[in-house]
Protein backbone atom coordinates (compact mmCIF):
# COMPACT_ATOMS: atom_id res chain seq x y z
CA UNK A 1 0.00 0.00 0.00
CA UNK A 2 0.88 3.66 -0.62
CA UNK A 3 3.23 4.84 2.44
CA UNK A 4 1.03 7.51 4.10
CA UNK A 5 3.97 8.76 6.09
CA UNK A 6 5.69 10.25 3.03
CA UNK A 7 2.56 12.77 2.67
CA UNK A 8 3.04 12.12 -1.31
CA UNK A 9 0.65 13.47 -3.63
CA UNK A 10 -3.36 13.59 -2.66
CA UNK A 11 -3.98 12.95 -6.46
CA UNK A 12 -1.04 10.20 -6.67
CA UNK A 13 -3.19 7.97 -8.72
CA UNK A 14 -5.86 10.71 -10.95
CA UNK A 15 -6.07 11.18 -13.76
CA UNK A 16 -4.88 14.77 -13.30
CA UNK A 17 -2.34 14.58 -11.42
CA UNK A 18 -0.55 17.36 -11.64
CA UNK A 19 2.83 16.94 -14.42
CA UNK A 20 6.04 19.27 -14.21
CA UNK A 21 9.74 18.27 -15.91
CA UNK A 22 12.58 17.82 -13.30
CA UNK A 23 14.41 20.53 -15.46
CA UNK A 24 11.52 23.16 -13.43
CA UNK A 25 12.74 21.72 -10.28
CA UNK A 26 16.49 23.05 -11.46
CA UNK A 27 15.11 26.59 -12.17
CA UNK A 28 13.28 26.80 -9.20
CA UNK A 29 15.66 24.93 -7.30
CA UNK A 30 18.67 27.51 -8.45
CA UNK A 31 16.76 30.47 -7.37
CA UNK A 32 15.79 29.11 -3.62
CA UNK A 33 19.39 27.77 -3.69
CA UNK A 34 20.87 31.32 -5.04
CA UNK A 35 18.74 33.00 -2.22
CA UNK A 36 20.14 31.60 0.22
CA UNK A 37 24.04 31.68 -0.42
CA UNK A 38 25.46 34.32 -2.86
CA UNK A 39 27.81 32.35 -3.64
CA UNK A 40 25.49 30.25 -6.29
CA UNK A 41 26.75 31.29 -9.97
CA UNK A 42 24.59 29.17 -13.09
CA UNK A 43 26.66 28.26 -15.79
CA UNK A 44 24.59 27.80 -18.97
CA UNK A 45 26.17 26.18 -22.79
CA UNK A 46 23.45 28.83 -24.82
CA UNK A 47 20.57 26.50 -23.83
CA UNK A 48 19.62 28.75 -20.98
CA UNK A 49 15.47 28.73 -21.89
CA UNK A 50 15.54 24.82 -22.51
CA UNK A 51 17.55 24.55 -18.77
CA UNK A 52 15.51 26.48 -17.00
CA UNK A 53 18.98 28.55 -16.57
CA UNK A 54 17.09 31.99 -17.49
CA UNK A 55 14.78 31.32 -14.20
CA UNK A 56 17.64 31.92 -12.52
CA UNK A 57 19.29 34.36 -14.80
CA UNK A 58 16.26 36.80 -14.54
CA UNK A 59 16.57 36.77 -10.62
CA UNK A 60 20.20 36.98 -10.26
CA UNK A 61 22.06 39.00 -14.12
CA UNK A 62 25.18 39.26 -12.55
CA UNK A 63 25.16 35.64 -11.24
CA UNK A 64 24.81 34.02 -14.58
CA UNK A 65 27.24 33.14 -16.63
CA UNK A 66 26.55 32.47 -20.56
CA UNK A 67 29.19 30.12 -21.99
CA UNK A 68 28.34 29.62 -25.59
CA UNK A 69 28.07 26.51 -27.29
CA UNK A 70 31.13 25.14 -25.28
CA UNK A 71 30.99 22.29 -22.92
CA UNK A 72 34.89 21.63 -22.01
CA UNK A 73 35.13 25.25 -21.19
CA UNK A 74 32.44 25.48 -19.33
CA UNK A 75 33.50 22.37 -16.71
CA UNK A 76 36.93 23.90 -16.36
CA UNK A 77 35.17 27.57 -16.01
CA UNK A 78 33.12 26.16 -13.34
CA UNK A 79 36.51 24.47 -11.39
CA UNK A 80 38.10 28.15 -11.65
CA UNK A 81 34.89 29.23 -10.14
CA UNK A 82 35.02 27.22 -7.91
CA UNK A 83 38.33 27.35 -6.46
CA UNK A 84 37.87 30.79 -6.03
CA UNK A 85 35.02 30.19 -4.07
CA UNK A 86 32.18 30.02 -5.90
CA UNK A 87 29.40 27.59 -5.98
CA UNK A 88 28.65 27.22 -9.26
CA UNK A 89 25.94 24.85 -11.32
CA UNK A 90 26.64 24.49 -14.94
CA UNK A 91 24.04 23.06 -17.05
CA UNK A 92 23.41 21.77 -20.57
CA UNK A 93 22.67 18.59 -22.31
CA UNK A 94 23.63 15.21 -20.32
CA UNK A 95 24.75 14.15 -23.50
CA UNK A 96 26.98 17.35 -23.93
CA UNK A 97 27.91 17.79 -19.75
CA UNK A 98 29.09 14.94 -18.96
CA UNK A 99 29.32 13.51 -22.06
CA UNK A 100 31.38 16.12 -24.25
CA UNK A 101 33.15 16.82 -21.14
CA UNK A 102 33.96 14.06 -19.46
CA UNK A 103 37.34 14.47 -19.32
CA UNK A 104 37.59 18.49 -17.84
CA UNK A 105 34.85 16.68 -15.15
CA UNK A 106 36.98 14.21 -14.33
CA UNK A 107 40.35 16.02 -13.76
CA UNK A 108 39.28 19.66 -12.89
CA UNK A 109 36.73 19.12 -10.78
CA UNK A 110 36.95 15.47 -9.86
CA UNK A 111 40.17 15.39 -9.13
CA UNK A 112 40.55 18.66 -7.95
CA UNK A 113 37.56 18.06 -5.81
CA UNK A 114 35.81 21.13 -6.08
CA UNK A 115 32.26 22.19 -5.25
CA UNK A 116 30.67 22.22 -8.40
CA UNK A 117 27.16 21.31 -9.35
CA UNK A 118 26.99 19.45 -12.67
CA UNK A 119 23.38 19.47 -13.98
CA UNK A 120 22.52 17.12 -16.92
CA UNK A 121 19.30 17.74 -18.57
CA UNK A 122 17.63 15.97 -21.31
CA UNK A 123 18.68 13.10 -20.27
CA UNK A 124 17.24 9.42 -21.37
CA UNK A 125 14.66 8.38 -23.89
CA UNK A 126 11.75 10.94 -23.09
CA UNK A 127 13.59 13.45 -24.28
CA UNK A 128 11.09 12.26 -27.14
CA UNK A 129 11.32 13.95 -30.90
CA UNK A 130 14.94 14.95 -31.03
CA UNK A 131 16.34 11.45 -31.47
CA UNK A 132 19.60 9.35 -30.07
CA UNK A 133 22.03 12.13 -30.27
CA UNK A 134 20.46 13.97 -27.82
CA UNK A 135 18.75 11.14 -24.94
CA UNK A 136 21.88 10.35 -23.16
CA UNK A 137 21.56 7.31 -21.50
CA UNK A 138 24.89 6.55 -20.21
CA UNK A 139 25.69 9.49 -18.22
CA UNK A 140 24.71 7.93 -14.52
CA UNK A 141 27.57 5.51 -15.46
CA UNK A 142 30.34 7.69 -16.50
CA UNK A 143 29.53 9.88 -13.70
CA UNK A 144 29.34 7.23 -10.47
CA UNK A 145 32.52 5.73 -11.68
CA UNK A 146 34.58 9.24 -10.47
CA UNK A 147 35.57 9.15 -7.05
CA UNK A 148 34.08 11.74 -4.44
CA UNK A 149 30.88 12.29 -7.14
CA UNK A 150 27.82 12.69 -5.71
CA UNK A 151 24.76 11.39 -8.16
CA UNK A 152 21.34 12.12 -8.04
CA UNK A 153 18.64 11.25 -10.20
CA UNK A 154 15.28 13.05 -9.01
CA UNK A 155 11.63 11.05 -9.42
CA UNK A 156 9.69 14.35 -10.16
CA UNK A 157 9.77 18.07 -10.32
CA UNK A 158 9.34 18.81 -7.11
CA UNK A 159 12.04 16.99 -5.64
CA UNK A 160 14.46 18.18 -8.18
CA UNK A 161 13.97 21.50 -6.49
CA UNK A 162 14.82 19.90 -3.15
CA UNK A 163 17.76 18.09 -4.60
CA UNK A 164 19.52 21.22 -6.46
CA UNK A 165 18.93 23.45 -2.87
CA UNK A 166 20.53 20.13 -1.20
CA UNK A 167 23.39 19.92 -3.52
CA UNK A 168 23.89 23.91 -2.91
CA UNK A 169 25.03 23.03 0.74
CA UNK A 170 26.75 19.38 0.02
CA UNK A 171 30.55 19.95 -0.61
CA UNK A 172 32.61 18.61 -3.01
CA UNK A 173 31.31 18.17 -6.85
CA UNK A 174 27.58 16.80 -7.23
CA UNK A 175 26.11 15.35 -10.75
CA UNK A 176 22.13 15.74 -11.04
CA UNK A 177 20.24 14.51 -13.84
CA UNK A 178 17.06 16.12 -15.36
CA UNK A 179 14.50 15.21 -17.57
CA UNK A 180 12.81 17.37 -20.34
CA UNK A 181 9.29 15.81 -20.44
CA UNK A 182 6.61 16.40 -17.86
CA UNK A 183 6.17 13.79 -15.56
CA UNK A 184 3.84 12.98 -12.69
CA UNK A 185 4.45 15.16 -9.18
CA UNK A 186 3.87 12.61 -6.98
CA UNK A 187 6.28 13.91 -4.33
CA UNK A 188 4.82 17.59 -2.17
CA UNK A 189 6.90 19.78 -0.54
CA UNK A 190 6.58 18.24 2.45
CA UNK A 191 7.94 14.69 1.57
CA UNK A 192 11.24 14.00 2.91
CA UNK A 193 14.13 14.62 1.06
CA UNK A 194 18.22 13.99 1.94
CA UNK A 195 20.58 13.15 -0.21
CA UNK A 196 22.32 9.26 0.28
CA UNK A 197 18.58 8.50 1.87
CA UNK A 198 16.03 5.86 -0.07
CA UNK A 199 12.42 6.39 0.03
CA UNK A 200 9.18 3.73 0.40
CA UNK A 201 6.51 4.89 -1.77
CA UNK A 202 5.30 1.28 -1.60
CA UNK A 203 5.40 -1.00 1.21
CA UNK A 204 4.04 -4.12 2.26
CA UNK A 205 4.26 -6.83 5.49
CA UNK A 206 4.83 -9.67 3.19
CA UNK A 207 6.52 -8.52 -0.53
CA UNK A 208 7.02 -10.79 -2.39
CA UNK A 209 9.18 -8.59 -4.91
CA UNK A 210 11.18 -5.13 -4.55
CA UNK A 211 11.15 -2.44 -7.24
CA UNK A 212 14.23 -0.40 -6.86
CA UNK A 213 13.36 2.35 -9.12
CA UNK A 214 15.49 5.88 -9.56
CA UNK A 215 14.03 8.90 -11.21
CA UNK A 216 10.98 9.81 -12.82
CA UNK A 217 10.31 6.29 -13.91
CA UNK A 218 9.74 5.30 -9.74
CA UNK A 219 6.06 6.79 -10.59
CA UNK A 220 5.72 3.80 -13.14
CA UNK A 221 6.89 1.59 -10.58
CA UNK A 222 4.46 2.79 -8.68
CA UNK A 223 1.85 2.42 -10.65
CA UNK A 224 2.56 -1.57 -11.39
CA UNK A 225 2.79 -2.29 -7.46
CA UNK A 226 -0.70 -1.19 -7.35
CA UNK A 227 -1.78 -3.43 -10.34
CA UNK A 228 0.66 -6.20 -9.17
CA UNK A 229 -1.59 -6.06 -5.34
CA UNK A 230 -4.86 -6.43 -7.09
CA UNK A 231 -3.87 -9.68 -8.59
CA UNK A 232 -2.65 -10.64 -5.41
CA UNK A 233 1.31 -9.53 -5.36
CA UNK A 234 2.22 -7.74 -2.65
CA UNK A 235 5.38 -5.81 -3.64
CA UNK A 236 7.79 -3.06 -2.00
CA UNK A 237 8.79 0.13 -4.67
CA UNK A 238 12.26 1.76 -3.07
CA UNK A 239 12.82 5.02 -5.11
CA UNK A 240 16.32 5.59 -5.08
CA UNK A 241 16.73 9.08 -5.95
CA UNK A 242 20.69 9.33 -4.77
CA UNK A 243 22.41 6.53 -7.09
CA UNK A 244 25.87 7.78 -5.14
CA UNK A 245 26.19 7.36 -2.07
CA UNK A 246 23.77 4.47 -2.04
CA UNK A 247 21.14 4.17 0.65
CA UNK A 248 22.91 1.11 1.87
CA UNK A 249 20.77 -0.01 4.82
CA UNK A 250 17.16 1.04 3.05
CA UNK A 251 18.27 -1.40 0.41
CA UNK A 252 19.33 -4.54 2.35
CA UNK A 253 15.64 -3.96 4.40
CA UNK A 254 13.81 -4.03 1.07
CA UNK A 255 15.26 -7.09 -0.62
CA UNK A 256 15.71 -8.87 2.94
CA UNK A 257 12.17 -8.96 3.05
CA UNK A 258 11.08 -9.23 -0.27
CA UNK A 259 13.93 -12.19 -1.64
CA UNK A 260 14.42 -10.68 -5.08
CA UNK A 261 14.64 -7.48 -7.04
CA UNK A 262 13.63 -5.48 -10.39
CA UNK A 263 15.79 -2.60 -11.21
CA UNK A 264 14.46 0.82 -13.13
CA UNK A 265 15.97 3.01 -14.96
CA UNK A 266 15.56 5.51 -18.13
CA UNK A 267 19.68 4.48 -19.06
CA UNK A 268 21.28 2.02 -20.45
CA UNK A 269 21.28 -0.79 -17.92
CA UNK A 270 24.89 -2.09 -18.41
CA UNK A 271 26.77 0.45 -15.86
CA UNK A 272 23.71 2.12 -14.87
CA UNK A 273 21.34 2.18 -11.58
CA UNK A 274 20.84 -1.50 -11.70
CA UNK A 275 24.68 -2.55 -12.06
CA UNK A 276 24.94 -0.43 -9.22
CA UNK A 277 22.33 -2.23 -6.89
CA UNK A 278 23.53 -5.50 -8.53
CA UNK A 279 26.84 -5.19 -7.15
CA UNK A 280 25.88 -4.32 -3.91
CA UNK A 281 23.75 -6.89 -3.58
CA UNK A 282 26.08 -9.43 -5.12
CA UNK A 283 28.47 -9.17 -1.97
CA UNK A 284 25.76 -8.26 0.50
CA UNK A 285 22.53 -10.00 0.07
CA UNK A 286 22.29 -11.42 -3.49
CA UNK A 287 18.82 -12.55 -4.25
CA UNK A 288 17.93 -13.33 -7.83
CA UNK A 289 17.60 -9.78 -10.33
CA UNK A 290 15.79 -8.55 -13.33
CA UNK A 291 17.45 -5.09 -14.64
CA UNK A 292 15.04 -2.96 -16.64
CA UNK A 293 16.72 -0.25 -18.94
CA UNK A 294 17.69 0.26 -22.37
CA UNK A 295 19.56 -2.87 -23.51
CA UNK A 296 22.74 -1.88 -25.51
CA UNK A 297 20.88 -0.20 -27.78
CA UNK A 298 21.01 4.07 -28.49
CA UNK A 299 17.29 5.66 -28.34
CA UNK A 300 15.30 6.96 -32.01
CA UNK A 301 12.80 10.00 -32.29
CA UNK A 302 9.99 9.42 -31.15
CA UNK A 303 6.79 10.19 -28.61
CA UNK A 304 8.42 9.65 -24.93
CA UNK A 305 5.66 7.98 -23.94
CA UNK A 306 6.05 5.60 -27.41
CA UNK A 307 9.61 5.53 -26.80
CA UNK A 308 9.40 4.02 -23.05
CA UNK A 309 7.06 1.52 -24.06
CA UNK A 310 9.07 0.71 -27.19
CA UNK A 311 11.98 0.28 -24.71
CA UNK A 312 10.40 -1.88 -22.24
CA UNK A 313 10.01 0.61 -19.70
CA UNK A 314 6.15 1.50 -18.73
CA UNK A 315 4.43 0.52 -16.24
CA UNK A 316 3.40 -2.65 -18.17
CA UNK A 317 6.70 -3.76 -18.70
CA UNK A 318 7.74 -3.68 -14.85
CA UNK A 319 4.69 -5.29 -13.82
CA UNK A 320 5.52 -8.02 -16.12
CA UNK A 321 8.87 -7.93 -15.43
CA UNK A 322 8.10 -7.89 -11.45
CA UNK A 323 5.70 -10.84 -11.96
CA UNK A 324 7.81 -12.98 -14.17
CA UNK A 325 10.81 -12.59 -11.08
CA UNK A 326 8.20 -14.02 -9.16
CA UNK A 327 6.83 -17.14 -10.70
CA UNK A 328 10.78 -18.60 -10.98
CA UNK A 329 11.57 -17.39 -7.48
CA UNK A 330 12.79 -20.54 -5.39
CA UNK B 1 60.54 49.75 -13.21
CA UNK B 2 63.31 48.46 -14.64
CA UNK B 3 65.21 45.80 -12.84
CA UNK B 4 68.82 46.92 -11.87
CA UNK B 5 71.48 44.48 -13.12
CA UNK B 6 72.00 42.93 -9.86
CA UNK B 7 68.41 41.92 -9.48
CA UNK B 8 68.62 40.53 -13.16
CA UNK B 9 71.85 38.33 -11.32
CA UNK B 10 69.89 37.39 -8.44
CA UNK B 11 67.20 35.64 -10.35
CA UNK B 12 69.36 34.06 -12.82
CA UNK B 13 71.42 32.50 -10.33
CA UNK B 14 67.89 31.59 -8.69
CA UNK B 15 66.85 30.33 -11.88
CA UNK B 16 70.24 27.95 -12.09
CA UNK B 17 69.87 26.71 -8.76
CA UNK B 18 66.08 25.44 -9.76
CA UNK B 19 67.95 23.74 -13.44
CA UNK B 20 70.18 22.07 -10.79
CA UNK B 21 67.32 20.51 -8.38
CA UNK B 22 65.31 19.73 -11.79
CA UNK B 23 68.30 17.32 -13.02
CA UNK B 24 68.32 16.27 -9.90
CA UNK B 25 65.20 15.31 -9.17
CA UNK B 26 64.73 13.63 -12.17
CA UNK B 27 67.78 11.16 -12.24
CA UNK B 28 66.40 10.33 -9.02
CA UNK B 29 62.80 9.97 -10.54
CA UNK B 30 63.89 7.64 -13.04
CA UNK B 31 61.19 9.13 -15.33
CA UNK B 32 59.60 12.65 -15.99
CA UNK B 33 60.08 15.41 -18.57
CA UNK B 34 63.62 17.07 -19.22
CA UNK B 35 63.32 19.78 -21.90
CA UNK B 36 60.23 21.70 -20.32
CA UNK B 37 61.06 22.39 -16.98
CA UNK B 38 64.67 23.53 -18.06
CA UNK B 39 63.08 25.85 -21.10
CA UNK B 40 60.54 27.48 -18.35
CA UNK B 41 63.05 27.93 -15.44
CA UNK B 42 64.08 31.42 -15.87
CA UNK B 43 60.26 32.45 -16.07
CA UNK B 44 59.51 30.44 -12.90
CA UNK B 45 62.64 31.99 -10.93
CA UNK B 46 61.24 35.58 -12.09
CA UNK B 47 57.13 34.44 -10.97
CA UNK B 48 58.35 33.55 -7.41
CA UNK B 49 61.08 35.48 -6.37
CA UNK B 50 59.74 38.68 -8.30
CA UNK B 51 56.64 39.08 -9.69
CA UNK B 52 54.32 37.19 -7.57
CA UNK B 53 52.42 38.49 -4.50
CA UNK B 54 52.58 35.07 -2.61
CA UNK B 55 53.70 33.43 1.20
CA UNK B 56 55.40 30.65 1.46
CA UNK B 57 54.39 30.02 5.11
CA UNK B 58 50.76 30.62 4.13
CA UNK B 59 50.08 28.69 0.66
CA UNK B 60 46.50 29.65 0.77
CA UNK B 61 46.24 33.58 1.74
CA UNK B 62 43.46 35.09 -0.21
CA UNK B 63 45.07 37.74 -1.50
CA UNK B 64 47.67 35.60 -3.26
CA UNK B 65 48.33 36.23 -7.07
CA UNK B 66 46.91 32.75 -8.61
CA UNK B 67 50.09 30.84 -10.91
CA UNK B 68 47.98 28.27 -13.06
CA UNK B 69 50.23 25.82 -14.40
CA UNK B 70 48.18 23.95 -17.79
CA UNK B 71 50.83 21.49 -19.03
CA UNK B 72 51.37 19.91 -15.55
CA UNK B 73 54.14 17.86 -17.44
CA UNK B 74 56.88 20.44 -16.24
CA UNK B 75 55.80 20.32 -12.86
CA UNK B 76 59.20 19.55 -11.62
CA UNK B 77 60.43 23.67 -12.55
CA UNK B 78 57.52 24.27 -10.34
CA UNK B 79 58.00 21.92 -7.84
CA UNK B 80 61.90 23.11 -7.47
CA UNK B 81 60.92 26.88 -7.94
CA UNK B 82 58.35 26.55 -4.68
CA UNK B 83 61.18 24.52 -2.75
CA UNK B 84 63.45 27.30 -3.59
CA UNK B 85 60.60 29.60 -2.61
CA UNK B 86 60.53 28.28 0.82
CA UNK B 87 57.36 26.27 0.57
CA UNK B 88 59.15 22.90 1.74
CA UNK B 89 62.42 21.70 2.01
CA UNK B 90 64.54 20.97 -1.33
CA UNK B 91 65.53 17.46 -0.43
CA UNK B 92 61.49 16.67 -0.43
CA UNK B 93 62.19 17.43 -4.16
CA UNK B 94 63.75 14.20 -4.37
CA UNK B 95 60.86 12.15 -3.50
CA UNK B 96 59.00 13.72 -6.92
CA UNK B 97 56.99 10.81 -8.45
CA UNK B 98 57.77 8.28 -5.83
CA UNK B 99 54.36 6.13 -3.75
CA UNK B 100 53.67 8.46 -1.23
CA UNK B 101 54.82 11.68 -2.61
CA UNK B 102 53.10 15.37 -2.33
CA UNK B 103 55.04 15.81 -5.70
CA UNK B 104 53.42 13.49 -8.26
CA UNK B 105 54.07 12.77 -11.63
CA UNK B 106 51.90 14.94 -12.95
CA UNK B 107 50.59 18.49 -10.27
CA UNK B 108 47.62 17.79 -7.85
CA UNK B 109 46.37 20.45 -5.82
CA UNK B 110 44.79 18.30 -2.63
CA UNK B 111 48.14 16.51 -2.35
CA UNK B 112 50.57 19.50 -2.24
CA UNK B 113 49.56 23.25 -0.54
CA UNK B 114 50.37 25.84 -2.85
CA UNK B 115 49.36 24.28 -5.88
CA UNK B 116 46.59 26.06 -7.37
CA UNK B 117 44.67 23.53 -9.66
CA UNK B 118 45.06 19.91 -10.64
CA UNK B 119 46.63 19.68 -14.09
CA UNK B 120 48.45 17.64 -16.47
CA UNK B 121 45.81 16.26 -19.53
CA UNK B 122 46.48 19.89 -21.73
CA UNK B 123 44.23 22.21 -22.87
CA UNK B 124 42.50 22.80 -20.02
CA UNK B 125 44.57 25.36 -17.34
CA UNK B 126 43.37 28.69 -19.40
CA UNK B 127 39.69 27.58 -19.15
CA UNK B 128 40.66 27.52 -14.69
CA UNK B 129 42.58 30.24 -14.89
CA UNK B 130 39.67 31.83 -16.89
CA UNK B 131 37.23 30.66 -14.21
CA UNK B 132 39.40 31.89 -11.50
CA UNK B 133 39.69 35.33 -13.06
CA UNK B 134 36.28 35.83 -14.08
CA UNK B 135 35.57 34.76 -9.94
CA UNK B 136 37.85 37.51 -8.70
CA UNK B 137 36.63 40.41 -10.78
CA UNK B 138 33.06 39.45 -9.57
CA UNK B 139 34.36 40.06 -6.23
CA UNK B 140 36.04 43.40 -7.20
CA UNK B 141 39.54 41.42 -5.78
CA UNK B 142 42.69 43.25 -6.93
CA UNK B 143 44.94 40.39 -7.56
CA UNK B 144 46.27 38.69 -10.83
CA UNK B 145 45.94 35.48 -12.46
CA UNK B 146 48.69 34.03 -14.51
CA UNK B 147 47.98 30.87 -16.49
CA UNK B 148 51.42 29.06 -17.99
CA UNK B 149 50.80 27.01 -21.11
CA UNK B 150 53.04 25.12 -23.56
CA UNK B 151 53.00 25.62 -27.00
CA UNK B 152 52.11 22.51 -28.15
CA UNK B 153 48.66 22.61 -26.47
CA UNK B 154 46.86 25.08 -28.24
CA UNK B 155 46.11 22.11 -30.33
CA UNK B 156 43.62 21.26 -28.18
CA UNK B 157 40.32 22.57 -28.80
CA UNK B 158 39.04 23.65 -25.46
CA UNK B 159 41.85 26.14 -25.18
CA UNK B 160 40.32 28.27 -27.89
CA UNK B 161 36.86 28.02 -26.40
CA UNK B 162 38.81 29.38 -23.37
CA UNK B 163 40.42 32.36 -25.23
CA UNK B 164 37.16 33.21 -26.88
CA UNK B 165 35.37 33.40 -23.26
CA UNK B 166 38.34 35.45 -21.66
CA UNK B 167 37.84 37.66 -24.84
CA UNK B 168 34.65 38.29 -24.54
CA UNK B 169 34.51 38.96 -20.72
CA UNK B 170 37.84 40.82 -21.01
CA UNK B 171 39.34 39.66 -18.16
CA UNK B 172 42.75 41.88 -17.89
CA UNK B 173 43.31 40.41 -14.77
CA UNK B 174 44.02 37.47 -16.63
CA UNK B 175 47.76 37.05 -18.05
CA UNK B 176 48.58 34.40 -20.11
CA UNK B 177 52.10 32.68 -20.65
CA UNK B 178 52.56 30.54 -23.84
CA UNK B 179 56.19 28.66 -23.56
CA UNK B 180 57.02 28.79 -27.44
CA UNK B 181 59.63 25.93 -27.54
CA UNK B 182 58.18 25.06 -31.11
CA UNK B 183 58.54 21.34 -29.47
CA UNK B 184 56.02 18.33 -28.68
CA UNK B 185 56.17 14.73 -27.93
CA UNK B 186 56.07 13.67 -31.69
CA UNK B 187 58.57 16.76 -33.16
CA UNK B 188 58.62 19.96 -33.90
CA UNK B 189 55.25 21.99 -33.60
CA UNK B 190 55.42 23.04 -36.86
CA UNK B 191 55.43 19.91 -38.61
CA UNK B 192 52.63 17.81 -36.02
CA UNK B 193 50.32 20.60 -36.43
CA UNK B 194 51.55 24.49 -37.54
CA UNK B 195 50.13 27.12 -34.64
CA UNK B 196 51.46 30.50 -36.80
CA UNK B 197 50.16 32.88 -36.84
CA UNK B 198 49.85 32.28 -33.22
CA UNK B 199 50.05 35.89 -31.81
CA UNK B 200 47.63 37.04 -34.69
CA UNK B 201 45.24 34.26 -33.81
CA UNK B 202 45.05 35.58 -30.23
CA UNK B 203 44.76 38.81 -31.00
CA UNK B 204 41.52 38.09 -33.44
CA UNK B 205 40.17 36.53 -30.06
CA UNK B 206 40.68 40.24 -28.65
CA UNK B 207 43.67 39.70 -26.46
CA UNK B 208 46.88 41.81 -25.83
CA UNK B 209 49.82 40.02 -27.33
CA UNK B 210 53.34 40.56 -26.86
CA UNK B 211 56.54 38.53 -27.29
CA UNK B 212 59.39 38.14 -25.60
CA UNK B 213 62.54 36.39 -24.99
CA UNK B 214 61.33 33.74 -22.10
CA UNK B 215 65.50 33.76 -21.01
CA UNK B 216 65.21 37.33 -20.57
CA UNK B 217 64.56 38.34 -16.99
CA UNK B 218 64.32 42.04 -17.70
CA UNK B 219 62.24 41.82 -20.72
CA UNK B 220 59.69 39.36 -19.16
CA UNK B 221 59.00 41.25 -16.39
CA UNK B 222 58.88 44.53 -18.57
CA UNK B 223 56.27 42.36 -20.32
CA UNK B 224 54.30 41.47 -17.50
CA UNK B 225 54.37 44.95 -15.64
CA UNK B 226 53.25 45.81 -19.03
CA UNK B 227 49.85 43.21 -19.28
CA UNK B 228 49.10 44.86 -15.73
CA UNK B 229 48.66 48.21 -17.56
CA UNK B 230 45.79 46.73 -20.03
CA UNK B 231 42.44 47.06 -18.79
CA UNK B 232 40.58 46.09 -22.45
CA UNK B 233 41.56 42.41 -22.66
CA UNK B 234 43.47 39.69 -21.32
CA UNK B 235 47.32 39.64 -21.79
CA UNK B 236 49.51 36.96 -23.76
CA UNK B 237 52.84 36.55 -23.72
CA UNK B 238 54.45 34.32 -26.29
CA UNK B 239 57.77 33.45 -24.10
CA UNK B 240 60.41 32.01 -26.73
CA UNK B 241 62.34 29.30 -24.47
CA UNK B 242 64.59 27.40 -25.34
CA UNK B 243 63.61 23.56 -24.52
CA UNK B 244 66.54 22.38 -22.56
CA UNK B 245 67.53 25.32 -21.49
CA UNK B 246 71.10 25.53 -19.74
CA UNK B 247 72.37 21.86 -20.91
CA UNK B 248 73.46 22.66 -24.48
CA UNK B 249 73.84 18.79 -26.29
CA UNK B 250 70.22 18.57 -25.49
CA UNK B 251 68.58 22.39 -26.28
CA UNK B 252 66.18 22.22 -29.09
CA UNK B 253 66.08 18.50 -29.04
CA UNK B 254 62.19 17.38 -28.91
CA UNK B 255 63.42 13.82 -27.87
CA UNK B 256 64.13 15.07 -24.50
CA UNK B 257 60.35 16.10 -24.17
CA UNK B 258 59.49 13.10 -22.40
CA UNK B 259 62.65 11.49 -20.94
CA UNK B 260 65.03 12.26 -17.13
CA UNK B 261 68.91 12.03 -17.68
CA UNK B 262 70.31 8.89 -16.86
CA UNK B 263 72.76 9.51 -13.41
CA UNK B 264 75.90 9.88 -15.52
CA UNK B 265 74.16 12.06 -17.88
CA UNK B 266 72.54 14.25 -14.93
CA UNK B 267 76.54 14.39 -13.63
CA UNK B 268 77.16 16.21 -16.94
CA UNK B 269 74.24 17.69 -16.93
CA UNK B 270 74.83 19.58 -13.83
CA UNK B 271 78.16 19.86 -14.61
CA UNK B 272 77.34 22.25 -18.01
CA UNK B 273 74.89 24.19 -15.47
CA UNK B 274 77.29 24.52 -12.72
CA UNK B 275 80.28 25.53 -14.95
CA UNK B 276 77.93 27.64 -17.25
CA UNK B 277 79.06 25.09 -20.28
CA UNK B 278 82.96 25.64 -18.69
CA UNK B 279 83.36 29.37 -18.47
CA UNK B 280 83.08 29.65 -14.92
CA UNK B 281 84.76 27.45 -12.18
CA UNK B 282 83.20 25.53 -9.77
CA UNK B 283 84.44 23.08 -7.09
CA UNK B 284 82.05 19.71 -8.41
CA UNK B 285 83.50 20.92 -12.04
Known amino acids: MLNSDLKLSASIFADDIEKASTRDGFGKGTIEAGKNDPRIVVLCADLAESTRAEWFQKEFPDRFVEMGVAEQNMAAVAAGMANAGKIPFMASYAAFNPGRNYEQIRTTIALNHVSVKICGMHAGVSVGPDGATHQMLEDIGLMRMLPGMTVIVPGDAEEARKAVVAAATTDGPVYIRFGRTATPVFTTSETPFQIGKAITLW ?3 APKV ?51 VVTVEEHQAAGGFGSVIAEFLSQHHPVPMRLLGVMDTFGQSGEPDQLLKHYGLDAIHIEEAARALVSIKV | MSLSDEQVRALE ?3 EAIRETIIQMLVEAKSGHTAGPLGMADIFAAFYFNILNHRSDNPGWEERDRLILS ?35 HPERLRLPGLETTSGPLGEGLSQASGIAYALKMDDKKQRVYCLMSDGEQEEGNIWEA ?29 VMPLEPVADKYRAFNWH ?77
Open chain 1, 203 to 205: ESN
Open chain 2, 13 to 15: TKA
Open chain 2, 71 to 105: NGHICPVRYAAMAHAGYFPVEECLTLRKFGSRLQG
Open chain 2, 209 to 285: VLEVDGHNMRQFIEAVDEAKTIVEKPTLIIAHTIPGKGVPEIEFDYRWHGKPPTPEEGKRFLKEIRTMNGKVPHEYA
Open chain 2, 163 to 191: VMFAGKYKLHNLTAVMDRNNIQIDGMTED
Open chain 1, 210 to 260: AILSTGSLSYSALIAARALSESGIESIVLHVPTVKPLDEKAILDAVQSAGC
